[in-house]
Every structure is written in structure tokens, then in C-alpha cells.
């Protein structure tokens, strides 16, 4: 069987049971050679690779236009919309002594979220929400947005992208008080398909002193 043939018939199965949100584990499908190649070498291939896409799809490579765009995409995947998938670039994270006793929530909205659908490789464009209660420790603001970057740069699936924010939140912090809430726009859905333009997907993921309905009313009412 052809591969084109045998992947129309995993779609289809795949796609016959729903939406195909499926994800059996938090952590993003990595092979154990993963990182095997260099940077360099990775570039190069993807390169190669998105310019045979290209002449199947008949554009002239010979255009001053097109003639970089193999490059410049592998760059791209690499080093910017992908570079969450490797550990190596995890964000450096300094916590402080939480000096002025503060014990109710601290809450950091409207974070920009630009993460990847893994299913057609399309944007997955919208806002997390987080909120934490120090247990002696708190952090950066602005680590948290490099927190929620890290987990977005990556092709993804929200429902695991939002648990992922929740668990690399809880290790910084050194507490399982945490809630997450991520509202965004799926392109695969708003430029194919169904085409809405209109609809956003939300996922909460939350632990500790979040599990308490009140606490998490109290979170979200702060979201309005």
C-alpha cells in the first residue's frame, strides 16, 4: 500500500471517533533519537525537504521570491514556532523569598499564546490565564509568560499544552497551587473545514488549593 493511501486510511479511523483531540500522555510524542541531529543538520534537511513540497506543488524556486523560502522556513521551525520541543531551551527560572507574606492569589492574565496545531500544522493563536499562591516562593512575572511560551513553541494539542503550563508551574514554584486557563483560536478550524471564524477553545487545568469551587470562581471572576 502506498503511503499516501495508508495515512488517508489513519485519518479517516483517527477522525471517525471525533475531533481527534486524542493524547494519551502529557508529554509531547518525542522519538528517543529526537536529538540526534544537530541544529545544522536539521535546518538542512527540513530544508531540502520543504523544497521538494514546494516543485511537487509547482512553484518556481528560481524566483527571487521563492528561491530562500525552503530556508527560511526550516529556520523557522527550528528556531522560533518549534523550539519548545527541546528541553535543552527551557527557560531559566529564579524564584524569591516571598517577603512580604502575601498568601492569596497571585494571577497573571492575558498572556499571549502562539503555539501549533500538530494535526495540519496550522496556528493555534489566543491567551493563557494563570494563578498561583506562594508557598514561601514567587516568581518573575515575566517568567511566567516564558513558562507558557516554552509549552506553546511546539506542535500541540491544547488540552496537553495547558496540563504541560500546569506541571512546569508547579515545579517552579515548588506548590501545587495552581490553576490554568487557556481561551484560543484553532486556524485549522477558522481557514479549513468548517471555517468559523468565530469560535475559541477553552481548557482549564488546575491542582491543590484549586480544586476548592469557591477558589476557582474567585479566579475567574478576576479573569472579567
Known amino acids: 500500500m502506498k503511503k499516501y493511501e495508508l495515512a488517508q486510511e489513519i485519518l479517516e479511523e ?9 493524547t494519551h500522555s502529557i ?23 520543504f ?9 518556481d524556486l528560481t524566483d527571487d521570491s521563492l528561491k530562500g523560502t525552503p530556508y527560511r522556513v526550516a529556520k523557522m521551525f527550528v528556531k522560533e514556532i518549534f523550539y519548545g520541543l527541546d528541553p535543552a531551551n527551557k527557560p531559566k527560572i529564579s524564584v524569591f523569598d516571598n517577603k512580604y507574606q502575601y ?8 498572556i499571549s ?16 490565564h494563570v494563578a498561583y499562591i506562594s508557598k514561601g516562593k514567587v516568581i518573575g512575572l515575566s517568567k511566567i509568560n516564558r513558562i507558557v511560551d516554552y509549552c506553546a513553541r511546539r506542535p500541540q494539542v491544547q488540552e496537553r499544552m495547558t496540563r504541560q ?24 478550524v477558522t481557514t479549513r473545514g468548517i ?30
Open 14 to 22: 483517527i477522525e471517525s471517533k471525533g475531533d481527534a483531540h486524542i
Open 103 to 110: 498568601n492569596k492569589f497571585i494571577i497573571e492574565k492575558d
Open 51 to 59: 523544497e521538494e513540497i514546494m516543485e511537487t506543488l509547482g512553484l
Open 113 to 128: 499564546v502562539k503555539s501549533t496545531c500538530e494535526h495540519h500544522f496550522l496556528p493555534i493563536i489566543g491567551k493563557a
Open 165 to 188: 503550563i500546569l506541571e512546569e508551574l508547579k515545579e517552579a514554584l515548588n506548590t501545587e497551587d495552581v490553576i490554568v486557563v487557556v481561551d484560543a483560536k484553532h486556524f485549522c
Open 195 to 224: 471555517q468559523d471564524d468565530n469560535s475559541s477553545t477553552i481548557t482549564m487545568d488546575y491542582s491543590g488549593a484549586f480544586n476548592s469551587v469557591s477558589n476557582r470562581k474567585e479566579f475567574m471572576d478576576a479573569l472579567k
Open 27 to 49: 508529554d509531547t510524542p518525542m522519538r528517543d533519537d529526537a536529538f540526534d541531529l544537530s541544529e545544522d543538520e536539521k535546518l538542512e534537511i527540513i530544508s531540502e525537504k
